[in-house]
C-alpha cells in the first residue's frame, strides 16, 4: 500500500473484543432469602459498580473494574440477608 500520509495506523486497545450487554449493566437484581432485593448500580459517573440491599441498606463497592465482583457479592448478600423489603 502506498504512503497516504503522515499518520500511522495505530492498534485501538480500547475497541471491544467481547460483546458487551448493556442492559445488563443496569439491571440484575438478586432477591434475599428475607424478600428483599440487592441491586447493581453505577454512579452514572465513573461506571464503578456496586450493590445496594433495599432491605437492610447496606452498600458494597468492590472497585473499579470488578463488576463480577459486584454481582458475587451481592448474590452473596442475598442468600444471608434477613432484612425484609421495603414497600
Ligand atoms: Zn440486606
Same mark, same amino acid.
Given at each position: 500500500?502506498?504512503? +497516504?500520509?503522515?499518520?500511522?495506523?495505530?492498534? !485501538? !486497545?480500547? %475497541?471491544p473484543?467481547?460483546?458487551v450487554?448493556? +442492559? !445488563? &449493566?443496569?439491571k440484575?437484581?438478586? %432477591? =434475599?432469602?428475607?424478600?428483599?432485593?440487592v441491586?447493581?448500580? =453505577?454512579?452514572?459517573? +465513573?461506571?464503578?459498580?456496586? $450493590?445496594?440491599? =433495599?432491605?437492610?441498606?447496606? =452498600?458494597? %463497592?468492590?472497585?473499579f473494574? $470488578?463488576?463480577? @465482583?459486584?454481582?458475587? &457479592? %451481592?448474590?452473596?448478600?442475598?442468600?444471608?440477608?434477613?432484612? @425484609?423489603?421495603?414497600g
Amino acid at each position: 500500500m502506498a504512503y +497516504t500520509g503522515g499518520y500511522a495506523i495505530e492498534r !485501538d !486497545d480500547e %475497541a471491544p473484543t467481547h460483546p458487551v450487554r448493556l +442492559t !445488563d &449493566q443496569f439491571k440484575r437484581a438478586y %432477591a =434475599t432469602v428475607g424478600g428483599a432485593e440487592v441491586e447493581r448500580y =453505577t454512579d452514572g459517573r +465513573t461506571d464503578e459498580p456496586f $450493590w445496594r440491599c =433495599t432491605g437492610c441498606g447496606r =452498600t458494597g %463497592a468492590p472497585g473499579f473494574g $470488578w463488576d463480577e @465482583k459486584a454481582h458475587e &457479592q %451481592a448474590n452473596a448478600h442475598a442468600g444471608e440477608c434477613r432484612a @425484609k423489603g421495603r414497600g
